[in-house]
């Protein structure tokens, strides 16, 4: 089955502990993204990246680290949490058609995060 | 950055009802995008619109890709309970060689039995 998969669901945990929330696909995406949903706020990118090795920075990087050293995992890294950081974090994957990267995000169900 | 200006916030209406729902930018788009997201879950793409002035349906509903390629309207004509949700537009935007897929606010619809 075609998915987006991250770990954990939900995460609860105190300020400065690092953490990584992982991300997986299994349909050889190059294109992922991590965003992070707040209340009034929608979906806010916080890093994406077009392929191997290439990442970039969204609307909301700061706080945030993110790796990709194979197609299919696009880890997302909070070396030193804090409160204002406690969110619902989605990661998602597309292809790329030709020279656009414009089909359809596949999202993953979402990873609850709780920074005490 | 730019915004995508997602309309109404929320929504209240009967089962059997007609919903609509829209968005509207400044910047032009060259794709827009409706998602649901069901309460514990990732977004769901619904339609995907790809050409000015494009109406596409799927099943109950039907979207709209504006003229002006700035808006895009999204329709559900006799809703039922599971259409509650929260639902996206997106749009995906070309500027100064890169992309960026920008994401409304989403409208949170509530229907009622």
């Known amino acids: 089955e075609a998915q987006v998969t991250q770990n954990p669901r939900y995460l609860i945990t105190v300020t400065g502990k690092k953490l990584t929330v992982t991300c997986s696909q299994n349909m050889n995406h190059e294109y992922m993204s991590w965003y992070r949903q707040d209340p009034g706020l929608g979906l806010r990118q916080i890093y994406y990246s077009m392929n191997v090795e290439v990442t970039d920075k969204g609307d909301v990087p700061e706080g945030y680290k993110v790796s990709r050293k194979e197609k299919r995992n696009f880890p997302l890294i909070l070396e030193s949490p804090s409160p204002n950081q406690t969110s619902l974090y989605f990661c998602?994957?597309?292809?790329?058609?030709?020279?656009?990267?414009?089909?359809?995000?596949?999202f993953g169900n979402g990873t609850r995060l709780t920074v005490t | 950055g730019q915004q995508l200006n997602q309309s109404p916030q929320s929504m209240f209406i009967q089962e059997g009802e007609d919903v609509s729902m829209n968005c509207t930018s400044s910047s032009i788009f060259n794709t827009w995008l409706w998602y649901k997201q069901d309460p514990g879950e990732g977004p769901v793409l619904l339609i995907a619109?790809?050409?000015?002035?494009e109406l596409t349906s799927n099943g109950r509903l039907t979207a709209q890709f504006g003229i002006t390629r700035k808006d895009s309207f999204l329709n559900i004509s006799a809703s039922i309970p599971s259409d509650v949700g929260i639902y996206f537009c997106a749009g995906h935007l070309l500027q100064g060689g890169s992309e960026k897929l920008v994401f409304g606010k989403g409208t949170k619809l509530t229907v009622n039995p």
């Open positions: 619109l790809y050409k000015a002035g």
């Open positions: 998602a994957s597309s292809s790329r058609q030709g020279d656009s990267y414009n089909s359809p995000l596949h």
